[in-house]
């Protein structure tokens, strides 16, 4: 599952890069996490929207697990009929620069690494939004991140790594015309070539955390703060 991101481009760089308008609220993301509110590109839209990933906050004490999906594997478009509208009428873009996987090295212990892409470049998550109306009749919107199965970089550490999109594919995901052949088609694993790591602080941990230092290169450190040799 991946439950962290991160988004360091700034205003001006995320409207070129995209195309889009930006709003002045936009800030930079360091520790993008499930309930948080975040910048999301749908489908014919001049501007970047903000939806919620997975279960708004106030109602995530009260849901059951199942309804708090923050992930969605790309298999479910065309292993369950059901999803094809989904597919057909819900996609939008989730731009991004990074995501975090934790590496297990001992029974209690997980280091936290930063994917990135290679040359360090903004890129885009596929994703898929839903709106619904709480029991006070306010509406919500919500988005879940696909995922991939794991190329070998990622894969000692998480089976399953989101659906990165570069532009050409971007272009494809957000034409509404697309056919769903030709969605389908675009669900291929990201080259492990076009990708880098490094380990960074446990305090990623911490999902009210958004601060720049969190994305810099940290010897990785067991829960007590120790150094810990590991592959």
């Known amino acids: 599952m991946i439950e962290r991101y991160t988004l360091t481009a ?6 070129q890069r995209f195309g889009v308008d930006v709003p002045e609220s936009y800030k930079s993301l360091y520790n993008a ?10 489908q014919g839209s001049a501007g970047i ?6 279960t708004p906050p106030e109602w995530a004490k009260n849901k059951h697990v199942s309804e708090k999906l923050i992930n969605i594997r790309a298999e479910s478009f065309s292993e369950r009929p059901a999803m094809r509208k989904t597919l ?30 290679a040359d360090k470049s903004p ?14 009749g306010q509406t919500h919107h ?31 995901w ?10 389908l088609a675009l669900f291929k694993v990201y080259l492990e070539s076009k990708m880098s790591l490094y ?16 994305i810099i290169a940290t010897p990785p450190a067991d829960q007590f703060g120790n150094l810990t040799l590991f592959d």
């Open 10 to 15: 700034t205003r001006e760089q995320l409207q």
């Open 33 to 42: 996490a499930p309930t948080h509110l975040l910048p999301v590109i749908l």
């Open 49 to 54: 929207s903000f939806f919620y990933w997975g």
């Open 88 to 117: 057909k009428r819900y996609r939008c873009l989730i731009p991004a620069d990074g995501f975090y996987a934790w590496k297990k090295v001992g029974k209690k212990t997980l280091i936290p690494h930063r994917f990135i892409i």
């Open 123 to 136: 890129i885009s998550f596929a994703g898929i939004w839903e709106e619904f109306e709480d029991n006070e």
């Open 142 to 172: 919500t988005f879940m991140l696909i995922t991939a199965q794991s190329n070998p970089l990622v894969n000692s550490m998480s089976e399953r790594m989101p659906m990165i999109f570069e532009k050409a594919q971007e272009q494809i």
């Open 174 to 183: 957000m034409d509404a015309d697309a056919s769903e052949e030709a969605l």
């Open 199 to 214: 380990t960074v602080s446990p305090r990623i941990n911490d999902s009210t955390i958004n601060v720049p230092s969190l």
